[in-house]
């Protein structure tokens, strides 16, 4: 959940409630009634008519408590500023790692071939609708591992499905004790992540 609209200045009258998904319009009550925003995670879009439609600005995490210079009570529709896969990769990891920092595991590093590997099976599981470690005629995930050229004496994949950020997911996972272990193990030592429409994975390696 990302941002709250406030129908006041100082985040004052009446709430939104957190929101987490694009709004085409904000609705009728809501429709010109914003005066101050947080956004509590991502980069947001506010738009002066509905479906994202005519000026528009941006907000980044933060408190925004007085809507001024035009803004005041214009806003209609609001969406989620897209990122880039270079940029969800490198959360990803920063994430991870900022995880095992806390419990003294040595920095996962970025990997380009097991980051090929996660994302060419993140890419199947968006085709087949379907998370699963292993789709119909895939290889397994040693031999998908192999064969993009990384030597390895040790290897685990987590998986995801539905999570919108980097944020979300790994929450997931930490929230999941065989994901948390994966993550958390410092004899991993290399990352790759893949990402596509919602799914998401993590192909660790111990390389020899």
Partial sequence: MAVEIFTDWDF??????????????????WNDKASSIKVYSDTWEFFEHVNFQGRSFRLGQGSYPR??????????????????QNNVVQRVLDLSNAERAKVGAPPLRFNAQLTAVAQAHTNLMVQYNQLSHQLPSEPSLGDRVSQAGY???????NIAQGQQTPEAVLQSWMNSPHHRDNLLNPKY??????YANNYWTQDFGVPV
């Fill in 12 to 29: 004052s009258g009446t709430t939104s409630g957190r929101l987490d998904q694009d709004y085409p319009s904000i609705g009728d009550f």
């Fill in 67 to 84: 809507l001024d210079n035009g803004w005041n009570d214009v806003i209609s529709s609001i969406k989620k500023v897209g990122i880039s």
């Fill in 151 to 157: 030597r390895w004496s040790g290897i685990a994949e």
């Fill in 189 to 194: 030592r290399d990352l790759g992540v893949g």
